[in-house]
């Protein structure tokens, strides 16, 4: 009995400890998946807001860049009105001065239609007033006449029908030239109401789609920091598990002393007194045979009954026994499973999700492509915007130019005509002086000084182009400086969003780092908490050394996975820095950008200043050649005084002749005069169908570039709206993969909770089995005992022959125990006996 406790002792103490030993690798097991778990939310989510920080950086740079464009709009509107109203004031001294030439004209020529006055309040120019000045003299000088005014009067009318055609047609011209003004600024307006609305809608849209993205990662945070409480709870309550467990352990070992004592005190106490109270039985029923033949049926019926029961409790053992061998297996199976990464990998739901993430990541990255596309055709538009910009304040610059230029073009021009009337006059007053002696010298002087005026306004001429050259090359010079500025400031926001991508990998790194060191530290808690789990164990060698060897097991796989998260912490660091180097180097090569364009700047301000100071000694020269101009018309003017006075001279002694010279003459300075007239007018009608020309070529561009830029906005509106279709499709997606990763967490979550229902079932199992154990063991004592009574029973009623003997033994037995000496030992002197009685039988 000794012999076979020890074994039984030593099965259910491996036993008892066996549910609670055996769960505890499992329960250690599982934080394995969770960490992984975790990792991947965490590398989930951090990938979902570096996605979201670059979405944030492109549209902080398309409101940037609409907020740019919305201030170029402004400064333009800005502008605009002022061109208005130089275009309305110059229009309007147009037609005053077209209106006040036409009155003049017909007043001077025709004043027989018109029946008022010659004298009106309106001013005249210099030529205008000469012509009639000469015509009012001629007309009072030949009263008498000899055929001319008539011929004059004659010739009136036609020259009045010339010049009101001319008039008119100008009105005409102009009056188209304001309509079209008056069209064009039209379109301007509502072109730039269009661009500033639409820039305003852009600008709403931009500031909605970064509130939804605040928004958003307002959302995640909060969904980060609800799963580090979480991670926190878990923490906490794995602890609160462990410690539990380490308590269920020792009075799990304290019961399993107890109960080893317990069965040891058992044994012992079963070994030894059974026999006497039987044989007391029998000696007190040994008078009657039957019943010891009834007790003996008796007996063997209980015996068979012990049987029966024995056998049914074998036969549950056994199906006990296979169902916690098909558990374990369920377990084991369920164990590895759960820890093999391939069984993992190979599930369908798995592929399913990875599926799902990868198509996520190509629609991803394809939206991505499409921003990047939209964002390359909106700086496009952004930089031929600022081009047209450009070449509109050139064009402006031009026109301004030109319409200044031409003013003062038609002011030389009437200087010239002036000039060339008084040379007419004087070669009159020459040819009339010809005849007269003493003045060879004089007509010799004058003439070299007719000679000698159109080489001056040659040379007066091509100064006046070197200006208008110099000019323009001006205009140029600046415009480039305004291209290098903006390409320098675009340098500058490069360069500032290449340091903020250096700042944020910089705390990437670091973020990286302190995660390596929380792991390492976690690692080390496992370590210390296996080692002092190792050390509270007070189990068998065997049962040690098979948990030490699963221990060093799942360290090296737990090494093994610290070792690929390091790898992959290296790799991302690598990773990290190589791109901080690319940065540092796209960083140098912009700054070398810079400063070349720096160079650029200061070489085209060095340039621009030196020509601004040749622009400041060409208008010094300028102001020189018209300060000689006017003292050459000073010094016109005192010859004329001399000339007049020799005049008079000579109209004092010839009168007749120089009446009848001046006749000739005057006809023929009307003639030349209607005809220089003529032909300015013609130049006029040319120069106004010219700028009509160009005119109506601008409203064609115009046009054009409307038409452009309304397709590229239905563009740029069709290409939106499907951006914003297949970002609602990439959010219901990512709703969809949200509410499917819920529910397969939450299908985890329950197979967990089966598992550790699975487990407590099984520890209950055990717990009856080693209860059905010792019943057993209990009932194989019992039947052990009723075996023994069973053949001694037989071994009575086979020995019947010595019953006299053994009554005659009751009988002394009897008187002994009635004696009164030995009744303080009548237990232990009838047990020598009857061992002595049953030696002999």
Not at 672 to 692: F, G, I
Not at 756 to 777: F, N
């Amino acid at each position: 009995m000794g012999s076979t406790g020890e074994p039984d002792r030593k099965r259910r103490h491996f036993t008892s400890v066996s549910p609670t030993a055996g769960p505890s690798p499992t329960k250690r097991k599982p934080i394995a998946p969770f960490s992984e778990d975790k990792k991947l939310d965490l590398s989930v989510l951090k990938y979902k807001n570096q996605k979201l920080g670059e979405q944030l950086e492109a549209r902080k740079l398309e409101y940037h860049a609409l907020e740019s464009k919305y201030i170029q709009l402004r400064e333009k509107q800005r502008e605009y009105p002022k061109t208005i109203l130089f275009l309305k004031e110059s229009h309007q001294q147009l037609v005053d001065n077209m209106a006040s030439n036409d009155l003049s004209r017909g007043g001077a020529i025709c004043p027989e239609f018109d029946g008022a006055s010659t004298t009106t309040e309106e001013p005249y120019s210099s030529i205008e007033e000469d012509f009639l000045s000469r015509i009012v003299e001629s007309g009072t000088a030949e009263s008498s006449g000899c055929g001319f005014p008539n011929e004059t009067d004659n010739s009136l009318p036609p020259v009045g029908s010339v010049i009101k055609e001319t008039s008119t047609s100008l009105h005409r011209a102009w009056f188209q030239n304001r309509k079209t003004i008056s069209f064009l600024l039209d379109l301007v307006t509502e072109k730039l109401k269009t661009s500033t609305v639409g820039g305003l809608d852009e600008l709403d849209n931009a500031l909605q789609r970064i509130h939804d993205v605040h928004t958003r990662h307002r959302e995640l945070w909060e969904k980060i920091q609800s799963r580090r409480d979480r991670n926190v709870q878990n923490k906490a309550e794995l602890r609160r598990l462990r410690e539990e467990f380490s308590c269920i352990v020792a009075e799990l070992e304290e019961t399993n002393t107890r109960l080893a004592a317990l069965k040891a005190e058992g044994d012992v106490s079963q070994s030894a007194p059974l026999l006497f109270p039987v044989l007391g039985n029998k000696c007190k029923n040994g008078d009657d045979l039957r019943d010891k033949q009834k007790e003996l049926q008796n007996l063997e019926a209980t015996y068979r009954e012990q049987i029966n029961l024995v056998s049914e409790r074998l036969v549950n053992i056994r199906r006990l026994h296979e169902e916690r061998v098909e558990i374990l297996k369920k377990l084991a199976n369920l164990k590895n499973t759960l820890m093999d990464l391939n069984v993992v990998l190979a599930s369908s739901t798995y592929q399913l999700l990875n599926e799902q993430l990868m198509r996520s990541q190509s629609e991803l990255d394809q939206l991505r492509a499409v921003a990047e596309k939209l964002q390359i055709e909106k700086d496009k538009l952004f930089w031929h915007e600022k081009e047209s910009s450009l070449k509109a304040d050139i064009g402006e610059i031009s026109q301004m130019k030109n319409s200044y230029y031409d003013s003062r073009f038609s002011e030389l021009q009437l200087y010239l005509q002036k000039l060339a009337d008084e040379r007419s006059i004087m070669e009159r007053k020459l040819e009339e002086a010809l005849r007269e002696p003493g003045r060879k010298q004089i007509i010799v002087e004058f003439k070299a000084l007719v000679s000698s005026l159109p080489n001056e306004m040659a040379i007066m001429q091509s100064e006046l182009n070197k200006h208008k050259e110099a000019a323009s090359d001006l205009h140029l010079l600046r415009a480039e400086v305004q291209s290098l500025s903006s390409m320098l400031k675009q340098k500058e926001s490069e360069m500032e969003g290449l340091s903020s991508r250096v700042s944020y990998a910089d705390s990437e790194i670091k973020r990286l780092k302190a995660k390596a060191r929380d792991i390492r530290q976690t690692i080390y808690e496992f370590k210390l908490f296996i080692e002092a789990f190792k050390r509270e164990s007070v189990d068998a060698r065997n049962v040690i050394e098979l948990k030490d060897r699963e221990y060093q097991a799942w360290a090296h796989a737990e090494s093994l996975k610290m070792s690929l998260d390091e790898h992959i912490l290296e790799m991302k660091v690598k990773e990290a820095n190589e791109a901080e180097a690319l940065s540092q180097q796209t960083l140098l090569a912009a700054e070398a950008e810079i400063a070349e364009l720096r160079k650029k700047l200061e070489a085209s301000r060095r340039e621009m200043s030196t020509l601004s100071v040749t622009l400041k000694s060409k208008h010094e020269e300028g102001d020189v050649y018209i300060s000689e101009i006017e003292s050459i018309g000073q010094a016109y003017e005192d010859i004329q005084t001399q000339n007049q006075q020799l005049l008079q001279q000579i109209t004092e002694r010839d009168d007749h002749n120089t009446k009848l010279v001046m006749e000739g003459v005057q006809a023929k300075q009307m003639q030349e005069a209607l005809r220089v007239e003529v032909q300015t007018l013609q130049k006029k009608m040319q120069h106004a169908n010219s700028l009509l020309d160009l005119y109506k070529g601008k409203v064609v561009l115009l046009d054009d570039q409307l038409k452009c830029w309304s397709e590229q906005l239905n563009k740029l509106e069709q290409e939106r709206w499907q951006f914003s279709t297949s970002l609602g499709n990439a959010q219901k997606r990512q709703t969809d993969l949200q509410s499917e990763s819920q529910q397969l967490r939450q299908s985890a979550e329950h197979v967990l909770s089966n598992v550790e229902k699975s487990r407590t079932q099984e520890a209950e199992l055990l717990i009856e089995l080693d209860k059905e154990r010792y019943a057993k063991k209990r009932l194989e004592d019992d039947l052990e005992v009723e075996t023994r009574r069973l053949s001694s029973l037989r071994e009575r009623a086979e020995g019947s022959s010595g019953v006299g003997k053994l009554k005659e033994e009751a009988r002394e037995l009897r008187g002994i125990l009635k004696c009164s000496v030995c009744r303080d030992h009548q237990k232990e002197e009838p047990s020598s006996m009857t061992f002595g009685h049953f030696s002999k039988i």
